[in-house]
């Protein structure tokens, strides 16, 4: 690893494998020798690319837009950018306030599987497993999230992002607590009216989830701009992907501890669930303790600096100017995050059921569900090494590489495990290790990744809709995978048979190496691209004969650079 490591990984594996000239790339031409070892353009080639560095008076970095020859200001824009000029830990709790919502994301969604399988076990088939009701609640927050991320991509954008997170902590805080109490007529014996009620309020719950996205995870971007270049994608990757798999696990843990609380059989069955129904209830009203922690930050949180100087709050946005130049890479964006969140949570979801097949059952053909849950904390387990290395790897590399190479070796390694999964079948301990393996290998690359890519290839002005629209996207994908993994696994077995297993890993794997060569389309991202992106959309508009001077929100954008810095950066030219 002397070599820097591995001569900075193949020298950025070429310039982040760079695609042909006729699909985009304007430097296809330039040859590996014009970078040195670290993947940087030697000096004699960067003369012309220059990045203009402001030192504020507090001595923290705020990097401006890198001026390269067609991204010079035009006319009489000109434009500085300063971060938001929060002091010591203040930074820091404003990274938390911001993105660590989304923790309730993977602790409501993974919580859903668990319940699955304990509403299963104390319900007879006749009133729950031949009807939609397990396909319902599980699946039916997907519904509330997308369209709770586009209603609060625009109120992050026309309004505020502390608004939309202020609205869906609230929700979130409401919603676990009711239903964590459903109830319905007939209880307990006709459970239907309580399965209505619980797929109601899980509905809306989502909603709740869903402004996490476009307002926190924006605001979470743009503050991670105050932080010191070069660690600012690992900070926001651990307050945004990292407690998503950190509320997975959490979830995990809290609903196998419970069964051991709650005194339930270790074999528990429809006429043998003794503490169950409270088990269910609480593992679902404990997701209100994070949003509710969060509340008082995110009263305190002030809008930054980036959002403040770039916005359409009250003003109309130029919508056709806008999809022209951000259409194709939302696209792609949004066809990466479907991917991911078609394999991901549908996994999360079954997780419990694919491990359950594999536990040894007693006489009567009962597993034993403690082990089971306790399985399901070792699967949840794995997401956390690769969010965690991620991070370190999208700031040492690129977010682009990092979500390349994550994402293709998360197909080659679901390749290897389907072609050798009856060998991996004969004990529970390989099959949970290799998929957690695979699962970790998608939160290393896609999983940290995408939401960083999406944050940093539009401008601060339409960041919430850019945002929602790719993220709701996603959710699409995990809702059409939570029915679509069923149904195609019964058509080779069920979700219980090695050959249905089998299947969706092939499935999967097929998507992972498809959505790497997606990533390929991408462009190049640095540290200061979202400053970049906020000079680049100006000028667009300024050619496009719009008034550039309504971005400006609650002060105007100054020409004043003070003293600055040239630093050389590549170009770049790939991608949309």
């Given at each position: 690893?002397?070599?820097?490591?591995?001569?900075?990984?193949?020298?950025?594996?070429?310039?982040?494998?760079?695609?042909?000239?006729?699909?985009?790339?304007?430097?296809?031409?330039?040859?590996?020798?014009?970078?040195?070892?670290?993947?940087?353009?030697?000096?004699?080639?960067?003369?012309?690319?220059?990045?203009?560095?402001?030192?504020?008076?507090?001595?923290?970095?705020?990097?401006?837009?890198?001026?390269?020859?067609?991204?010079?200001?035009?006319?009489?824009?000109?434009?500085?950018?300063?971060?938001?000029?929060?002091?010591?830990?203040?930074?820091?709790?404003?990274?938390?306030?911001?993105?660590?919502g989304l923790f309730s994301d993977g602790y409501v969604n993974n919580g859903a599987g668990q319940a699955v399988t304990m509403l299963k076990t104390i319900y007879p088939k006749s009133d729950y497993s031949n009807n939609t009701a397990?396909?319902?609640?599980?699946?039916?927050?997907?519904?509330?999230?997308?369209?709770?991320?586009?209603?609060?991509?625009?109120?992050?954008?026309?309004?505020?992002?502390?608004?939309?997170?202020?609205?869906?902590?609230?929700?979130?805080?409401?919603?676990?607590?009711?239903?964590?109490?459903?109830?319905?007529?007939?209880?307990?014996?006709?459970?239907?009216?309580?399965?209505?009620?619980?797929?109601?309020?899980?509905?809306?719950?989502?909603?709740?989830?869903?402004?996490?996205?476009?307002?926190?995870?924006?605001?979470?971007?743009?503050?991670?701009?105050?932080?010191?270049?070069?660690?600012?994608?690992?900070?926001?990757?651990?307050?945004?992907?990292?407690?998503?798999?950190?509320?997975?696990?959490?979830?995990?843990?809290?609903?196998?501890?419970?069964?051991?609380?709650?005194?339930?059989?270790?074999?528990?069955?429809?006429?043998?669930?003794?503490?169950?129904?409270?088990?269910?209830?609480?593992?679902?009203?404990?997701?209100?303790?994070?949003?509710?922690?969060?509340?008082?930050?995110?009263?305190?949180?002030?809008?930054?600096?980036?959002?403040?100087?770039?916005?359409?709050?009250?003003?109309?946005?130029?919508?056709?100017?806008?999809?022209?130049?951000?259409?194709?890479?939302?696209?792609?964006?949004?066809?990466?995050?479907?991917?991911?969140?078609?394999?991901?949570?549908?996994?999360?979801?079954?997780?419990?059921?694919?491990?359950?097949?594999?536990?040894?059952?007693?006489?009567?053909?009962?597993?034993?569900?403690?082990?089971?849950?306790?399985?399901?904390?070792?699967?949840?387990?794995?997401?956390?090494?690769?969010?965690?290395?991620?991070?370190?790897?999208?700031?040492?590399?690129?977010?682009?590489?990092?979500?390349?190479?994550?994402?293709?070796?998360?197909?080659?390694?679901?390749?290897?495990?389907?072609?050798?999964?009856?060998?991996?079948?004969?004990?529970?301990?390989?099959?949970?290790?290799?998929?957690?393996?695979?699962?970790?290998?998608?939160?290393?690359?896609?999983?940290?990744?995408?939401?960083?890519?999406?944050?940093?290839?539009?401008?601060?002005?339409?960041?919430?809709?850019?945002?929602?629209?790719?993220?709701?996207?996603?959710?699409?994908?995990?809702?059409?995978?939570?029915?679509?993994?069923?149904?195609?696994?019964?058509?080779?077995?069920?979700?219980?048979?090695?050959?249905?297993?089998?299947?969706?890993?092939?499935?999967?794997?097929?998507?992972?190496?498809?959505?790497?060569?997606?990533?390929?389309?991408?462009?190049?991202?640095?540290?200061?691209?979202?400053?970049?992106?906020?000079?680049?959309?100006?000028?667009?508009?300024?050619?496009?004969?719009?008034?550039?001077?309504?971005?400006?929100?609650?002060?105007?954008?100054?020409?004043?650079?003070?003293?600055?810095?040239?630093?050389?950066?590549?170009?770049?030219?790939?991608?949309?």
């Open positions: 690893m002397s070599a820097g490591p591995v001569r900075r990984y193949f020298n950025m594996l070429g310039r982040e494998t760079a695609i042909p000239g006729w699909m985009g790339n304007k430097n296809a031409e330039e040859n590996l020798e014009d970078y040195n070892d670290e993947g940087s353009l030697k000096s004699d080639q960067s003369k012309n690319f220059v990045s203009t560095r402001v030192v504020s008076d507090d001595s923290v970095d705020f990097n401006t837009p890198v001026l390269r020859p067609d991204d010079k200001l035009n006319g009489d824009i000109d434009v500085e950018y300063q971060g938001t000029k929060r002091k010591g830990l203040g930074k820091y709790w404003a990274i938390i306030a911001t993105g660590a397990m396909s319902n609640i599980a699946s039916i927050i997907f519904v509330g999230t997308v369209v709770g991320q586009l209603v609060f991509g625009y109120v992050a954008d026309y309004y505020s992002r502390k608004a939309g997170m202020l609205i869906s902590t609230v929700m979130l805080i409401v919603f676990s607590i009711l239903c964590a109490g459903s109830w319905g007529v007939g209880m307990p014996d006709h459970p239907g009216g309580m399965f209505a009620m619980l797929t109601t309020f899980r509905a809306l719950l989502g909603l709740g989830i869903g402004g996490e996205y476009p307002a926190g995870s924006t605001a979470c971007a743009e503050v991670s701009q105050t932080l010191k270049s070069g660690s600012r994608n690992r900070w926001f990757i651990w307050f945004t992907n990292f407690m998503i798999d950190f509320g997975f696990v959490v979830s995990a843990f809290v609903g196998w501890l419970l069964l051991y609380i709650c005194s339930v059989p270790t074999f528990a069955t429809v006429g043998n669930s003794h503490g169950l129904q409270a088990a269910w209830r609480l593992l679902l009203g404990l997701g209100a303790i994070a949003p509710l922690s969060l509340f008082y930050l995110r009263l305190k949180y002030d809008e930054s600096e980036q959002f403040k100087k770039n916005n359409f709050t009250g003003k109309k946005t130029p919508y056709w100017l806008s999809i022209k130049r951000y259409g194709p890479r939302l696209i792609v964006v949004s066809l990466i995050w479907f991917i991911y969140d078609f394999c991901t949570y549908s996994f999360s979801i079954y997780s419990s059921q694919i491990i359950n097949s594999q536990i040894k059952t007693n006489a009567d053909g009962v597993a034993n569900i403690k082990t089971t849950f306790g399985w399901n904390v070792v699967f949840n387990l794995f997401y956390i090494p690769g969010s965690f290395l991620g991070g370190f790897s999208s700031d040492y590399f690129g977010p682009r590489l990092t979500l390349f190479t994550g994402t293709l070796l998360q197909g080659i390694v679901g390749f290897i495990m389907a072609s050798q999964y009856n060998s991996l079948m004969t004990h529970i301990a390989p099959l949970v290790v290799a998929y957690g393996i695979f699962e970790t290998l998608g939160e290393f690359g896609p999983g940290d990744n995408i939401g960083l890519v999406c944050s940093k290839t539009c401008a601060s002005a339409i960041r919430g809709r850019y945002y929602s629209i790719a993220a709701a996207t996603g959710k699409i994908g995990a809702f059409v995978g939570g029915y679509a993994f069923p149904a195609i696994a019964d058509h080779y077995g069920g979700l219980d048979s090695n050959e249905g297993q089998t299947v969706l890993l092939y499935v999967s794997s097929a998507l992972c190496v498809f959505s790497a060569l997606l990533v390929l389309l991408l462009p190049e991202i640095t540290q200061e691209s979202i400053a970049l992106e906020d000079v680049r959309f100006r000028n667009y508009l300024k050619d496009n004969g719009f008034d550039p001077d309504q971005l400006e929100g609650e002060e105007a954008m100054g020409a004043d650079f003070g003293d600055a810095e040239v630093v050389p950066e590549p170009p770049t030219g790939r991608g949309f």
